[in-house]
Each structure stands twice: as structure tokens, then as C-alpha cells.
Nanobody, 121 residues
Framework: QLQASGGGLVQAGDSLRLSCAASGRTSRYVMGWFRQGPGKEREFVAAIRWDGITTNLTDSVKGRFTIFRDNAKNTVSLQMNNLKPEDTAVYHC?????????????????WGQGTLVTVSS
């Protein structure tokens, strides 16, 4: 079970950190973040391999968002800086067993409920 938290209402340019806590061990899983904005399809945001080093981020968040994990605590976090109104979405964390095609939501085996991020202009 995955539990995401940390969302909220912020202004453009602000920062937020989302966290995802797992009820079980996540050290062998790829962890990812997806988001779904109003009227939009779910889109990939970021993923991190079990080594905590290899990451994959969508172009629109590169340089602003960072994904990191703590395998000892079974958590994965998404640090979001310089937020923009277009980042407004419900953010979901997910876990996958392998790193292939990490941008494809169909590759993820477990999903948490979302946390809402609203960025005002």
C-alpha cells in the first residue's frame, strides 16, 4: 500500500515536497510519480530505480523537480521547486517491479491515492 502526502495550495514560484510511504519494503521496486491535471490524461512525472541513483524525469519538470528515495524508510519523495500553474494536478505515486518503460503507467503494479497540488498564478 502506498500513501502519498504533501500536496497543497501554493503560488507560482513556490516549492513543495511530496512524499510517498509504503507499507512494505520498496527497496527492489522502481518508484514513480504520475500526475493528472484537470481535464488532462495521466502523465508521467518522474521515476527512480531501486539504486536511488538512476532517475527519469519528464522534460517539463527537469531542473525544477527532483526525485529521491530512502529505502530504509520505504519512502520516495518528489521535491518540486519553481512551481508553475501548469503543474496543478493530482499526483500519484506508484511502484513497479522493473525499470523498463518507466514512463508507461501500465508498467506499475501498485498505486497510491493521489495528493492534490494547486499552483496559483
Amino acid at each position: 500500500q502506498l500513501q502519498a502526502s504533501g500536496g497543497g495550495l501554493v503560488q507560482a514560484g513556490d516549492s513543495l515536497r511530496l512524499s510517498c510511504a509504503a507499507s512494505g519494503r520498496t527497496s527492489r521496486y522502481v518508484m514513480g510519480w504520475f500526475r493528472q491535471g484537470p481535464g488532462k490524461e495521466r502523465e508521467f512525472v518522474a521515476a527512480i530505480r531501486w539504486d536511488g541513483i538512476t532517475t527519469n524525469l519528464t522534460d517539463s519538470v527537469k531542473g525544477r523537480f527532483t526525485i529521491f528515495r530512502d529505502n530504509a524508510k520505504n519512502t520516495v519523495s518528489l521535491q518540486m521547486n519553481n512551481l508553475k500553474p501548469e503543474d496543478t494536478a493530482v499526483y500519484h505515486c506508484a511502484a513497479a517491479r522493473d525499470y523498463g518503460l518507466v514512463r508507461n503507467p501500465g508498467r506499475y503494479n501498485y498505486w497510491g491515492q493521489g495528493t492534490l497540488v494547486t499552483v496559483s498564478s
